[in-house]
T-cell receptor, first 112, second 114 residues
């Protein structure tokens, strides 16, 4: 079983809609959770981090963490074609020292 | 300009021919890391370094070596490359105080081993 799981997609949403990206993880003791965006042919860039249960908002992005259910999600409101990219979920597990474990990524397509 | 640079950006080589991919950062970061990215597998950590002369294995260290003799440089060495090491490689750096929240990635090195 992969430690961090994401649906590979593609997830297709119309422009202006809410895109919902999900990620589950296996290490119940994980403490730090991150969402990266990667445009095709480019390097990943950090867009959100979350450490506590609940929601964290930053502009059009909201990260949601539920440690009891072991999932973390990313909501993108008012999706734009420029949001089309692969979104990578990453987790720092407590038993992994300073290692970061990534999911396989979800490809998001926002159609005009 | 604050940046992480990698060289070469593209490399085609043959099985068994030793190669080094260089990584350099100009932000005085303590933490540096190497990842490989393969379709459907996301990024997998190969090695990381918390500071000079301190390196640790990541998820997939087999077949790779690293060194950290200077703070700014973190080369990735493939002593005897094999076709299963064909991948896209990323170097990243960040301050030790917050290794993941401020992680800067290099532009990537696409390696093909024939």
């Amino acid at each position: 079983q992969k430690e961090v799981e994401q649906n590979s997609g593609p997830l297709s949403v119309p422009e202006g809609a809410i895109a919902s990206l999900n990620c589950t993880y296996s290490d119940r003791g994980s403490q730090s959770f991150f969402w990266y965006r990667q445009y095709s042919g480019k390097s990943p860039e950090l867009i959100m981090s979350i450490y506590s249960n609940g929601d964290k908002e930053d502009g059009r992005f909201t990260a949601q963490l539920n440690k009891a259910s072991q999932y973390v999600s990313l909501l993108i409101r008012d999706s734009q074609p420029s949001d089309s990219a692969t979104y990578l979920c990453a987790v720092n597990a407590t038993n992994a020292g300073n290692m970061l474990t990534f999911g396989g990524g979800t490809r998001l397509m926002v159609k005009p | 300009e604050a940046q992480v640079t990698q060289n070469p950006r593209y490399l085609i080589t043959v099985t068994g021919k030793k190669l080094t991919v260089t990584c350099s950062q100009n932000m005085n970061h303590e933490y540096m890391s190497w990842y490989r990215q393969d379709p459907g597998l996301g990024l997998r950590q190969i090695y990381y370094s918390m500071n000079v002369e301190v390196t640790d294995k990541g998820d997939v260290p087999e077949g790779y070596k690293v060194s950290r003799k200077e703070k700014r440089n973190f080369p990735l060495i493939l002593e005897s490359p094999s076709p299963n090491q064909t991948s896209l490689y990323f170097c990243a750096s960040s301050p030790k105080s917050n290794p993941y929240n401020e992680q800067f990635f290099g532009p990537g090195t696409r390696l093909t081993v024939l």
